[in-house]
């Protein structure tokens, strides 16, 4: 059965305290792992797609990786607007894609 | 540019009364339409999905429908509404052209029945 499983469910960081979330998945056939961040009450804005292990892609103070098992979004030194919830999907052959629930990120000052 | 808009961005209903969400694509032609539900603190659940004009798709069965009247649009309707059919509802595109691509999400529809 296809998953997509993100660990953790919330974390809290300290301002300028680097971490990582994970999101591991189990897809036979993958054709795309996407990173979207969602603020409350908002819909989730798109940040990254990884479609092969060992891809990295970077956006300011955000760090994508992918393996064959696993995507990490690693953040480096981050702010307090870098509060939201980080949410991956996966897509494989089809028009489907399948979400995670998603890591509730908060920055304290 | 593409954009999506979303609307209402709130709904207040009684059970019982029909419900009309639409949603438009703007700057693009032949997307990907999609209609999901976020409950809180799950991720998204996928409810229908549009490859083409009056072509729709049914993930789980519900007390919802889809229609896609035109090309960059697509509705959720609800003859009768339930209190189960309360939710955060995005609507989001993709280009169907170029294959992997991702999803491009509405701001979303907070629905609350009464």
């Known amino acids: 059965e296809d998953q997509v499983t993100q660990s953790p469910e919330a974390l809290r960081l300290q301002e300028g305290e680097s971490s990582s979330l994970n999101c591991s998945y189990t897809?036979?056939?993958?054709?795309?792992l996407f990173w979207y961040r969602q603020d409350p009450g908002k819909g989730p804005e798109f940040l990254f797609t990884?479609?092969?292990a060992g891809e990295e892609k970077e956006k300011e103070r955000l760090k994508a990786t992918l393996t064959k098992k696993e995507s990490f979004l690693h953040i480096t030194a981050p702010k307090p607007e870098d509060s939201a919830t980080y949410l991956c999907?996966?897509?494989?052959?089809?028009?489907?894609?399948?979400f995670g629930t998603g890591t509730s990120l908060t920055v304290i000052p | 540019s593409q954009t999506i808009h979303q609307w209402p961005a709130t709904l207040v209903q009684p059970v019982g009364s029909p419900l009309s969400l639409e949603c438009t694509v703007e700057?693009?032609?032949?997307?990907?339409l999609y209609w999901y539900r976020q409950a809180a603190g799950r991720g998204l659940q996928l409810l229908f999905y549009?490859?083409?004009?009056?072509?729709i798709s049914s993930e789980v069965p519900q007390n919802l429908s889809a229609s896609r009247p035109q090309d960059r649009q697509f509705i959720l309707s609800s003859k009768k509404l339930l209190l189960s059919d309360s939710g955060f509802y995005l609507c989001?595109?993709?280009?169907?052209?170029?294959?992997?691509?991702?999803?491009?999400f509405g701001d979303g529809t907070r629905l609350s029945i009464l």
């Open positions: 999907a996966v897509k494989r052959s089809g028009n489907q894609f399948y």
């Open positions: 989001a595109w993709s280009f169907r052209a170029r294959g992997n691509q991702p999803q491009h």
């Open positions: 549009s490859v083409g004009i009056g072509q």
């Open positions: 990884l479609y092969s």
């Open positions: 897809v036979s056939g993958l054709r795309g």
């Open positions: 700057g693009t032609s032949n997307p990907n």
